[in-house]
């Protein structure tokens, strides 16, 4: 029988990245819902940090890098050691680089985006779905983009990492439905995180040429993110597995010449 709507009571939730952005903001709501929160990043402190904003009792925080097999395997193995199994991971943890034409990028700019992205997303989810395979099932989400839907001038090895998570996220579906873990991903527009606020600092990103190309007239906020994540980790979402779930106000459905959204933009509404 499926719980109540969207309750996560009792699930245990990893989550990469958690210590920032998406990740943490997940991370605070699968708390809210229910969820024992395993907090992974980089950074410790800064796992550590989002352990603070968790409703809750029953929480870890822990350091690894996802792009070391060794570092995915210790965290994983302490996770299982103390938590006793995993029953959500979400794949946080990423890199964006700014904007530079492809003729100029060298090699090692290119093999660090892709060993974060994609090769960090993939160890974790060969990590974790080989305790769910033995513990009857699990939920794992992806973090694609539209960068992995539509075709971003200079933007080469994040856009090719991401169109690459959403093709893993379908096959390891089809794989691994037999056990019962599901298997899906979200790909996000342009959301506020200090991701995007780091590319936007240095001129980067141009807010409002996003916004005007964007059909709401504004960027998402890592709220929108974490709600979609929340529902694709629930009892609700049990026979929805293999999705890349946009969640971008409609920017990669837009395809007219013209700027998407005419009105008033949302800083300058007032
Ligand atoms: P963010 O920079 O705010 O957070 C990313 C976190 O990942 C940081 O805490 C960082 O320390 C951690 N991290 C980086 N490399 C790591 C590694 N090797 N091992 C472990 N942790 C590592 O970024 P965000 O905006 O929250 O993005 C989260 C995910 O969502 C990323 O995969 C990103 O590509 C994706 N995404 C973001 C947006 C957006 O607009 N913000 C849009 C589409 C997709």
């Keep these: 029988m499926a719980s109540e709507l969207g309750d996560l009571s009792g699930r245990v939730a990893l989550i990469t990245g958690a210590g920032s952005g998406l990740g943490r903001a997940t991370a605070i709501l699968l708390a809210q819902r229910g969820a024992r929160i395993i907090s992974v990043d980089l950074m410790f402190d800064s796992a550590a940090a989002t352990l603070k904003l968790l409703v809750g009792d029953g929480h870890g925080a822990w350091c690894a890098d996802v792009a070391r097999q060794k570092s995915v395997d210790e965290v994983v193995e302490v996770a299982l050691e103390k938590f006793g199994r995993i029953d959500v991971l979400i794949n946080s943890a990423g890199i964006a680089e700014g904007m530079g034409a492809t003729l100029d990028r060298d090699l090692s700019h290119w093999q660090r985006i892709i060993d974060v992205n994609l090769t960090g997303s993939f160890l974790m989810c060969q990590a974790v779905a080989r305790s769910m395979r033995d513990s009857g099932g699990g939920v794992i989400l992806n973090l ?7 075709g971003l001038p200079r933007r080469t090895a994040y856009s090719a990492s991401k169109g690459a998570v959403s093709m893993m996220t379908k096959v390891l579906a089809a794989e691994w439905a037999p ?3 599901r ?4 790909a996000p527009g342009y959301i506020h995180t200090p991701l995007t606020e ?3 600092d240095e001129g980067r990103l141009d807010m409002d040429a996003i916004m005007r190309r964007s059909p709401t007239g504004e960027m998402g906020t890592a709220g929108d993110v974490a709600e979609a994540l929340a529902f694709l980790a629930s009892d609700q979402a049990r026979f929805i597995t293999g999705v890349v779930l946009p969640v971008d106000g409609a920017y990669t459905v837009y395809g007219a010449p013209e700027d998407a959204y005419p009105g008033v933009l949302g800083h300058d509404r007032g």
Excluded at 183 to 186: G, T
């Design 183 to 186: 298997v899906n991903a979200v």
């Design 144 to 150: 694609s983009s539209i960068a992995g839907v539509i």
């Design 198 to 200: 780091k590319l936007m």
């Design 179 to 181: 056990y019962r873990i």
